[in-house]
């Protein structure tokens, strides 16, 4: 069976084995391929990245065996979907191949700025709540101290990549289908923001939200895969 790859990408501060759980409702025809940034899981010993281009340097690298020519797709939460848009025209550009389709949940468009403070300078205290207030970590990991001493060095080095992050617009669109996820409640995405992906591609759009906030991703695993079955294998 000829299967197609997605390519995961983690929101910050996320790890690759999260999308392990994935597998057991994905079509047969779905590889599951999630990518592990530096500084956590298997690659805890290595650095963390400088900035935000190392960072898509770093993964096109760890894709390059499986970019074979066969069908690929991406699928990012947060911070993972622009770093999957970012790839997507990375691969483009080098590899001359381009993903059936991109999954961008939780995340606004490359072109809308938000408040830039560098968070990853503050304190660890100071930085736990200000991540807290704009609803960057589930509320479980707040509470249990070893795990934030555990996470807090990871979180910063993913804000660190994503304050450098600057958008740079392309010469031209992706041909690719854009599928946008949002949870209804997510406070730092609007609706009208999201539509506005769909400028980013001659090809296909669609839109799905669900119940939840940033997080939502964690209490809607089947419902997500489900869409993804559909998108990928024309499983419905």
């Known amino acids: 069976m000829n299967q197609i790859k ?3 990408l983690p929101h910050a501060g996320g790890f690759a084995m ?4 994935w597998r057991q409702y994905t079509n047969k025809s779905i590889k599951i391929v999630p990518l592990e940034l530096t500084g956590r899981g298997r690659r805890m010993k290595e650095p963390f990245y400088n900035n935000f281009d190392e960072a898509i340097e770093d993964l096109l690298r760890q894709m390059n ?3 074979d020519g066969s069908r690929f797709a991406f699928f990012g939460h947060s911070m993972g979907s622009t770093l999957a848009f970012e790839l997507a025209h990375k691969v483009l550009e080098i590899k001359h191949q381009e ?3 991109l999954f961008l949940s939780g995340r606004y468009p490359p072109h809308v700025v938000r408040e830039r403070e560098p968070l990853h300078l503050l304190s660890d205290k100071e930085f736990t709540k200000a991540v807290a207030k704009y609803g ?3 509320p479980e990991v707040l509470k249990e101290r070893k795990l934030m001493e555990m996470v807090i060095p990871i979180l910063k080095a993913d804000f660190k990549i994503l304050h450098s992050y600057q958008h740079v617009k392309k010469t031209r669109k ?3 289908e854009l599928s946008v996820l949002m949870g209804k409640a997510d406070e730092g995405l609007k609706l009208e923001e999201q ?3 769909k400028e980013y591609t001659n090809g296909g759009f669609s839109m799905f939200e669900f119940e939840g906030g940033h997080f939502y991703i964690n209490n809607n695993v089947q419902k997500i ?3 993804i079955n559909w998108k990928l294998a024309g499983d419905l």
């Open 18 to 21: 999260y999308y392990n759980q």
């Open 6 to 8: 997605l390519f995961c």
């Open 174 to 176: 992706l041909n690719c």
């Open 225 to 227: 895969i489900e869409i």
């Open 136 to 138: 960057g970590m589930p």
């Open 99 to 101: 993903p059936t389709i």
């Open 195 to 197: 539509q506005e992906w």
């Open 65 to 67: 065996t499986e970019l």
